[in-house]
């Protein structure tokens, strides 16, 4: 089952928040009916989106992720909230690039190298937060640990990882570590040696490693402190209705929706983020 959690290491020095996302990525895979190297890009992304999204104090606070690349991909977009439900979707579902030499999916030639990162957090106060970095890979992880260095001060280390075969998505999930203003050059140093020499987060869940597991590899350290709070199973649902389209209906403008529904007798309308329906045949008067 899906799962997030946190812990604190190095005397409460260092923060590690790990993730297991693979239900989520497998039923985004579904919905969209997404190609390989989609899945992984979608999929990476859906994962940082419930890792940011574990901060969040409110149900009702939410966190909008936009990468838009010159990449065949055609931007990727995911939105998540409080609750940890999270919903993506890409411009080109089906994209399809070569592989990379090592023979693993190529997510920065389908995203693209050229572009900009965008963090939206609606926080409940009076304008939502808006932080962006150019895009330094397109391989996403990196991109996001580049974000945190430019755009919040703050040094993360960043993984992020979708293991797809013919049946779907095997494994997917990620984690995010990052350091108190005390944390030793020394502690670093070792933090640091740990993350490089760590295996792929997808190789650790296939070796059915716990979160625990996981963070204690990473760190080092086997005396982790978990810290205790509601935790939040990471899930893809659409938060969509018939009410929330009736509302989109209003930027359409009042000339535009009669003509459509002089021509048509009815308006239809696709949900971006779950492919659902609505079909609106009411008179114009009732949407106004």
Known sequence: ??????????HGKINITC???TQLVEKARKVHDLSPVATAALGRCLTMGALM????????DSITLQIKGNGPIGGITVTTDG??????????PQVDVPLRKDGKLNVGQAVG??????VIKDIGLKEPYIGMAKLVSGEI??????????????????????LVNQEGVKKAGGFIVSSMPDATEEELFILENRLQEAKPITKMLEENKTLLEIAQDITGEE???KLEQEEKTPKYECTCSKEKMEKALHSIGEEEL???????????MVCQFCNKKYEFTCPIRDVF
């Open 1 to 10: 089952m899906d799962k997030i959690q946190k812990f604190l290491a190095y």
């Open 258 to 268: 009669k003509k459509i529904i002089a021509e048509d007798k009815k308006i239809e």
């Open 53 to 60: 999204a574990s901060n969040l104090k409110q149900e009702e």
């Open 83 to 92: 609750k940890g439900r999270t919903r993506g979707y890409v411009g080109n």
């Open 141 to 162: 992880a990196e991109d996001f640990a580049n974000y945190y260095y430019i755009s919040e001060q703050k040094n993360t280390a960043v993984a992020l990882g979708v």
């Open 113 to 118: 190298k050229e572009g900009f990162l965008y």
């Open 223 to 225: 005396n982790l402190k």
């Open 19 to 21: 993730i297991e996302t």
